[in-house]
């Protein structure tokens, strides 16, 4: 049974950085893909960041790109979400979800599995 659980949200100011982990468990990943999405209140759930498990593709939202870089550690089982100069939009819930794909998706409903998410809050 696949688990995942997210670690590191918090409060920040804007301009500062945090980083998200997400620890996987349950199977081997090699042939899985893992993502971070995000949801803010009263919005839909959004695509953030892909990687293969193989580290060769990974695939961001524009908004996200060249602020936040998704990486893993497959001998800890583990991805990560670096986010710098954090915006207080930023603010919202991150989830790690996984899919059984080599090819990293932005589609939420390619993903199915789910962490319960971590609380990012950026203040202004």
């Known amino acids: 049974q696949v688990q995942l659980v997210e670690s590191g949200g918090g409060l920040v100011q804007a301009g500062g950085s945090l980083r998200l982990s997400c620890a996987a468990s349950?199977?081997?990943?090699?042939?899985?893909?893992l993502a971070w999405f995000r949801q803010a209140p009263g919005k839909e759930r959004e695509f953030v960041a892909a990687?293969?498990?193989?580290?060769?593709?990974?695939y961001y939202a524009n908004s996200m790109k060249g602020r936040f870089t998704i990486s893993r550690d497959s001998a800890k089982n583990t991805v990560y979400l670096q986010m710098n100069s954090l915006k207080p939009e930023d603010t919202a819930v991150y989830y790690c979800a996984a899919a059984r794909t080599m090819v990293p998706t932005p589609r939420a409903l390619d993903y199915g599995y789910w962490g319960q998410g971590t609380q990012v809050t950026v203040s202004s």
């Open positions: 349950g199977r081997t990943f090699t042939n899985y893909a």
């Open positions: 990687t293969s498990w193989s580290g060769d593709f990974a």
